[in-house]
C-alpha cells in the first residue's frame, strides 16, 4: 500500500467509503444525511493536510486528515480524521495510516495531536490508545449511537 498527499481529483474516490461511514452513524458526530458537497468542504479543505491510502491495484482504501485543533496561541494542537474503507477493516490500513498522520504531525511542528469526540463503541480505541493516545475525558451519553443507544464521546490526545 502507498500513503501520499490527496489530490482534489481523489475526492470521488473517498467519497464512497466516507458516505458509508458517516450515513451508518457509529463513529462520527457529522450528520447522517450530510451530502457529497458538505462532505468534499468538510474533508477536502484546503486548510487541511489530507492524505489516501492506494492498494496495490490503485484504488483508494482509507483518507485521513490533519489540521489545528485550536488557532492563535493553542495552533501547535493537532486534530485528525480517518476512514477506512469497512470491507478492509483489520488489514492494518488504519494503523500504517494513523503512524503516517502522526509522523506528518510531527513534522509540521505540532506538539500534539487531541481528538475530540471518540465514540466509546469505537473499535479503533483500541488503535489510539495501543499508539499512545490516552483518554483525557468522557462527556458521558453524548452521542446517540443507532444499536447501542446513548454512549460517550472520549476525548483522547498524544504528546508529539
Request: aromatic content about 10%; cysteine-free.
Amino acid at each position: 500500500m502507498q500513503i501520499r498527499e490527496a489530490a482534489a481529483e481523489d475526492w470521488p474516490r473517498i467519497w464512497p467509503f466516507w458516505h458509508r461511514i458517516v450515513a451508518a452513524g457509529e463513529t462520527y458526530t457529522w450528520d447522517r444525511d450530510t451530502s457529497e458537497e458538505a462532505a468534499r468542504s468538510l474533508w477536502m479543505n484546503p486548510a487541511k493536510q489530507v492524505y489516501v491510502v492506494e492498494d496495490e491495484t490503485g484504488a483508494i482504501v482509507a483518507s485521513a486528515f490533519v489540521t489545528p485543533n485550536y488557532g492563535g496561541p493553542a495552533a501547535g494542537i493537532a486534530n485528525a480524521g480517518f476512514m477506512v474503507d469497512p470491507d478492509l477493516a483489520g488489514r492494518g490500513i488504519g494503523r500504517a495510516l494513523a503512524g503516517h498522520v502522526v509522523e506528518a504531525a510531527r513534522g509540521a511542528g505540532y506538539r500534539g495531536m487531541v481528538f475530540n469526540a471518540v465514540v466509546e463503541t469505537n473499535p479503533a480505541v483500541k488503535l489510539w490508545l495501543s499508539l499512545g493516545f490516552e483518554i483525557l475525558g468522557t462527556v458521558p451519553e453524548a452521542f446517540d449511537h443507532p444499536r447501542h443507544g446513548r454512549v460517550g464521546l472520549h476525548v483522547m490526545y498524544r504528546a508529539l
